[in-house]
């Protein structure tokens, strides 16, 4: 719970997937309350994920959204009408060498690009999962060759989760700086623009909406949320959560299943927000 004398929270930065929705991609009403009553008491509210923006515009109405949305962890932010704001794609001539680590390790590919999903073999592991979760259908491509341009992130698919981070912990190894490298999912690897991720998320959004970084809070579930938990004032980690990413948060609520996100608003920011004024 909050203490006197801390600041008010004047944003909360919420991931999509493990965090604001169920297992089974889900709002709950109590959830879309919970937003309504950030709005209500002056808070601002935004997302992000590695999801494409269309796999987010689901989101908009119910929850009010009138914040910038960050896609991809950050490669495209776009406005609530989907209109580009700021765009961060892949160096063209590492799109090739990403695809070779991940084909080599015995991943699949996946190529986001602009607004359309490429793969290759659309029966493979969690493609029919992923297009009900960001309602619309990947294009089918026999390979991934004239692709290289304006790639905004790479996904590596394998339900081997030791193998995943393995994959990770060798994108860092072989591209250092020149990406960013980490899990959305256990079994999904991101590789984006070095600066397409949550962490730089929340700088941007802070300069954008003249919110002090002390004064955001983010909420989250996975590995590539740690990076945005060292950048905010207040940190809250699911309840699902490795013990890696509950580690690197102030706070830990209940899991996505039990109204996680809700209890965190109810328990960790309003009351904190009320405190402090």
């Not at 796999?55 to 914040?67: A, C, D």
């Not at 790479?154 to 250092?176: C, P, Y």
């Amino acid at each position: 719970m909050s203490t006197d004398g801390e600041a008010a929270i004047g944003l909360l930065l919420a991931d999509v997937d493990g965090t604001l929705v169920t297992a089974e991609k889900k709002l709950t009403e109590r959830a879309i309350r919970a937003v309504h009553e950030l709005h209500e008491a002056g808070v601002l509210f935004a997302i992000t994920s590695g999801r494409p923006p269309r796999g987010m515009q689901m989101l908009v109405e119910p929850l009010k959204i009138s914040t910038p949305i960050a896609a991809f962890n950050g490669g495209l932010l776009v406005e609530p009408d989907m209109s580009v704001l700021e765009q961060r794609v892949l160096p063209a001539r590492l799109v090739g060498q990403v695809i070779d680590l991940f084909d080599s390790s015995g991943l699949d590919s996946w190529i986001y690009r602009g607004a359309d999903w490429f793969v290759r073999d659309a029966s493979a592991a969690h493609v029919a999962r992923e297009a009900a979760t960001v309602q619309f259908e990947p294009t089918v491509v026999t390979d991934f060759a004239g692709l290289g341009e304006d790639v905004a992130k790479i996904v590596g698919v394998s339900d081997d989760q030791a193998l995943v981070a393995k994959v990770e912990s060798a994108a860092h190894e072989r591209f250092g700086e020149h990406v960013s490298a980490a899990r959305s999912q256990p079994y999904y690897l991101d590789v984006t623009h070095p600066k397409a991720n949550k962490g730089e998320v929340v700088k941007l959004l802070s300069r954008r909406l003249k919110v002090p970084p002390e004064q955001i809070a983010t909420i989250g579930d996975m590995p590539n949320d740690v990076l945005m938990f060292s950048k905010s004032g207040l940190s809250i980690a699911m309840g699902q959560s490795d013990p890696e990413v509950q580690r690197a948060a102030r706070m830990v609520t209940s899991s996505n299943e039990e109204e996680g996100f809700a209890h965190a608003v109810e328990a960790f920011i309003l009351p904190r927000d009320r405190s402090a004024t």
